[in-house]
């Protein structure tokens, strides 16, 4: 027996047990004010291993114990994990490469090839927390090819990353071995899943993402909360595909698996404190995540009436199906499929809970509606507003677009006119709930969609009063002139939140704000417009004041050219409403002298 052995038998394999235990164990105890005390102790067992193993190599006169070279690149991983884990970059690169690196000779050999293949997507992760996302993608891709290569070259049980460094009476059984080896795949085509989305390749990410996920689901190696998170954001990449079958299939089985996850009972009032912390915080936790699968489940919800309503206005599409982006299918013939299903679980009664059809008319619309509007007042639940401000405002904004993409469907103007009304109404609620101070731009926003929506109930009304083929009454002017005189307000409250300390506004608008200011001019001009009188004065100010907010759109746009992209059509109409406008005033003018 080569001298290392006996070293390793007598003293060796206990020490890295010791420092595999602190690392794995007792560094969860460490405190907050010395985090990785466990971890530096663990270091410096690993670095005394290395170095008396290293002093048996450099007496050996017989050449390169391959074996002993393993063990060896087994502790500059196993060093490298441990730098890596105590935010030391550069000294954990220079280890996990060494590591690597002294492989390659034997990268195919049943002791080392999970060790190399673990040493590669650590580098892969290394390379992707510096934002280098392509040499990231090198390192593990070439992890991915070299299990691929040694299951079909070589077969067999390749040994963990552990047994190198452990007594033959510990090894693991051929079945924990070749799970332990398919994990460390996972681990690879988990993070390529990240790379290839931070490269901007979204397709070869979900698809990464759903084979990883598949993977865990079949070799029951998954955490359910994970699990149904990473599912759940999976389908708004289908949604995005408009694929609402694979998006409905992912959301059912987040659901699904997510059930798995209970919180404990409540403590009772005999237990420990600390375990009632943190029996409070598993609830909380679980409050939480489940409350972000339900805002997937109403995006869904949202994004299929957006594209039903889509679908409608295109001629001589109603009743196609929704399964699939290349929807080339005649009279609602099915052409999407199912392409990627967890078929271990089992998802009807879930997926029954909404349709991923194209929806044609307010029932089917009206069900849509009723299934993602409690599932946003399910996430409400936990994302309140003292505490949850920004995400219980998008919340609210959704439940809004719900009911603005169910008036759609609905043939009944008045009926479509309440819907607007109820918008109006909740986001009103929350708006006089912020401080513009502290949320500003929360506040901008609600007041712009506050704006719109009045304006939307204007048009609606004037559309009622035309429908009748008589003038407005007097009720319906007065309604008509009371909406545009809301939407006008939370326009102008818009607006004068843009403005400096002295009241004026900026000589130059910031890029985010420069479109929805100018087409808040154009909006209040056509609004003043819209104004119904019999009185000519009122009638001569409501154009003159039309004018000026046309005037401020071209005149912004002259004094800055760049910005004409931006706002090209309304740009284009303020320009032509510039010139008309002048006419038609001095029309009005000599109507009033006659």
């Not at 038998?9 to 420092?19: D, L, N, V, W």
């Not at 931070?198 to 955490?223: D, F, I």
């Not at 936790?285 to 489940?297: F, T």
């Not at 035309?466 to 009720?475: E, F, R």
């Given at each position: 027996?080569?001298a290392y052995?006996?070293?390793l038998?007598?003293e060796?394999f ?9 690392s ?5 105890k ?9 971890k530096?102790l663990?270091r ?9 193993l ?6 050996s006169?017989?050449?390169k114990d391959?074996?002993?070279v393993i ?6 991983f196993?060093?490298g ?18 590591c690597?690196?002294s492989?390659?000779?034997?990268r ?5 090839v999970s060790?190399?293949v673990?040493a590669?997507?650590q580098?892969?992760v290394?390379w ?16 991915k ?10 077969g ?13 009476s510990e ?6 071995r070749?799970?332990?080896f ?5 681990h690879t ?6 790379v ?12 990464y993402?759903?084979t990883t996920?598949k993977?865990?689901?079949e070799?029951?190696q ?16 289908y949604?995005t ?15 699904r698996i997510?059930s798995?996850?209970n ?9 420990d ?21 339900a ?8 994004a299929?009436l ?8 295109e ?6 199906s ?8 005649e009279?609602?013939?099915d ?14 009664s ?12 307010f029932?089917?619309g ?6 993602a509007?409690?599932w ?6 936990y ?6 401000v ?7 904004k ?9 008036s ?5 103007l ?10 109006v109404?909740?986001?009103q609620a929350e ?11 929360v ?6 969609e506050i ?11 004037m559309?009622?009063?035309d ?6 009454t007097p ?17 102008q409250?818009?607006?004068?939140s843009?403005?400096?300390?002295n009241?004026k506004m900026?000589?130059?608008l ?19 417009s819209?104004?119904?009188t ?8 409501c ?13 912004y ?14 740009y284009?109409?303020?320009k032509?409403m510039?010139?008309?406008l ?7 003018r ?5």
């Amino acid at each position: 027996m080569a001298a290392y052995l006996d070293y390793l038998q007598s003293e060796g394999f206990s020490k890295y047990e010791e420092a595999r235990k602190l690392s794995e164990e007792e560094s969860k105890k460490d405190p907050d004010n010395n985090p990785y005390k466990s971890k530096y102790l663990a270091r410096e067992i690993l670095v005394d291993i290395k170095k008396k193993l290293e002093n048996y190599d450099s007496d050996s006169d017989d050449g390169k114990d391959k074996d002993l070279v393993i063990k060896l690149a087994a502790l500059q991983f196993h060093l490298g994990l441990n730098y890596l884990d105590t935010e030391e970059l550069s000294s954990g690169e220079e280890h996990m490469t060494k590591c690597y690196e002294s492989l390659q000779e034997c990268r195919m050999d049943k002791w080392c090839v999970s060790l190399n293949v673990s040493a590669l997507n650590q580098l892969g992760v290394l390379w992707c927390s510096r934002s280098e996302h392509k040499k990231a993608l090198e390192f593990l891709m070439e992890a991915k090819d070299l299990h691929e290569k040694y299951k079909h070259e070589v077969g067999g049980v390749p040994y963990s990353v552990h047994e190198t460094l452990q007594v033959v009476s510990e090894e693991a059984s051929p079945s924990q071995r070749e799970k332990d080896f398919e994990k460390v795949h996972t681990h690879t085509l988990y993070y390529l899943a990240q790379v290839y989305g931070q490269l901007n390749e979204p397709t070869k990410s979900a698809s990464y993402c759903h084979t990883t996920l598949k993977r865990q689901l079949e070799s029951s190696q998954y955490e359910p909360i994970d699990w149904s998170l990473n599912c759940a954001t999976l389908s708004q990449y289908y949604i995005t595909q408009d694929n609402f079958t694979q998006a409905r299939h992912c959301l059912a089985s987040a659901s699904r698996i997510f059930s798995e996850a209970n919180a404990d009972e409540a403590p009772s009032d005999d237990d420990d404190k600390s375990d009632n912390w943190t029996t409070a915080t598993t609830a909380e936790h679980l409050q939480h995540r489940k409350a972000d699968i339900a805002r997937c489940w109403a995006k869904y919800g949202l994004a299929l009436l957006q594209y039903s309503k889509d679908k409608k206005e295109e001629p001589g599409v109603q009743g196609a199906s929704a399964e699939g982006q290349n929807n080339e299918g005649e009279d609602g013939q099915d052409v999407g499929k199912l392409t990627e299903r967890f078929s271990s679980l089992e998802l009807t009664s879930l997926e029954n809970a909404i349709t991923d059809k194209v929806i044609t008319s307010f029932e089917q619309g009206r069900e849509v509606f009723l299934a993602a509007q409690r599932w946003l007042n399910e996430a409400k639940e936990y994302y309140v507003l003292d505490g949850h401000v920004s995400d219980h405002i998008e919340i609210t904004k959704d439940h809004s677009q719900l009911y603005k993409l169910l008036s759609y469907f609905e043939t009944d103007l008045t009926r479509r006119c309440q819907m607007h009304k109820r918008r109006v109404d909740m986001l009103q609620a929350e708006l006089t709930e912020l401080n513009p101070q502290h949320f500003l731009l929360v506040c901008r926003q609600l007041q712009y969609e506050i704006a719109e929506t009045y304006s939307e109930m204007m048009d609606l009304k004037m559309q009622i009063a035309d429908n009748t083929g008589a003038d407005p009454t007097p009720h319906a002017a007065k309604k008509i002139n009371q909406l545009i005189k809301q939407s006008l307000s939370y326009y102008q409250l818009f607006l004068d939140s843009l403005k400096d300390q002295n009241k004026k506004m900026p000589e130059k608008l910031e890029n985010d704000v420069l479109r929805p200011a100018m087409v808040a001019y154009f909006c209040m001009a056509r609004l003043h417009s819209k104004v119904i009188t019999l009185d000519l004065q009122m009638g001569l100010s409501c154009m003159s004041q039309s004018l000026e907010l046309y005037g401020k759109v071209v005149d912004y746009c002259t004094k800055h050219p760049e910005s004409i992209q931006r706002v090209e059509a309304e740009y284009e109409l303020c320009k032509e409403m510039v010139d008309l406008l002048p006419v038609r005033m001095d029309r009005l003018r000599s109507n009033m002298v006659q």
